[in-house]
């Protein structure tokens, strides 16, 4: 039986998903403010992959007789110095969602919560993905450099970033 200190957890978790989706969509409108319209449809992805994540916790909480409670969020930053920057802000933002995660799986596993625990196992595999792929980008943005023929490359390639529905599915 999920706990009230749980439950409350969880609705924090919750809500500061559909907050990363605010992050990110601050994000995409930074790059479509300089006409990459690859990276702001790669931040818009995200966003809308972290509003499925907000919607996944919605749904656990009500499933297990929990009762969601919707909160507000502070502004999210809608200025950078630079690409590099935001990604380094969002990647950031990623470790701050893991260790929410990893508090979360603390918590349910002091109170032998296994339903709990079985949902939170797909968010520390997500988040692995994550910050992989938030990596990754950085340091492809590090080796671009002020090469705009490679960013422009790159910004094409991340035009084609779609939300997978086969992760979705599966989840």
């Not at 916790?57 to 630079?82: A, M, Q």
């Not at 949902?119 to 988040?127: P, R």
């Not at 992989?132 to 450099?145: P, R």
Request: aromatic share 12%.
């Amino acid at each position: 039986m999920v706990s009230e200190k749980l439950f409350q957890e969880l609705n924090d978790q919750m809500n500061f998903e559909y907050e990363s989706a605010n992050v990110y969509v601050a994000m995409a409108a930074y790059c479509a403010s300089m006409d990459l319209d690859g990276f702001e449809n790669f931040f818009l992805v995200q966003a809308e992959e972290e509003r499925f994540h907000g919607s996944k916790l919605y749904t656990f909480i009500n499933e297990v007789g929990g009762r969601v409670k919707i909160s507000g969020y502070p502004d999210p930053k809608n200025e950078f110095s630079s690409l590099l920057e935001a990604f380094e802000v969002a990647l950031g933002h990623e470790k701050l969602v893991t260790e929410r995660i990893y508090k979360l799986m603390d918590i349910a596993y002091q109170e032998s919560e296994y339903a709990t625990i079985s949902i939170l196992k797909w968010f520390i595999d997500e988040q692995v993905e994550e910050m992989n792929m938030f990596n990754k980008l950085i340091q492809k943005l590090k080796m671009v450099g002020d090469n705009i023929s490679a960013l422009m490359t790159l910004d094409g390639q991340l035009a084609n970033r779609v939300l997978n529905t086969n992760d979705v599915e599966n989840a």
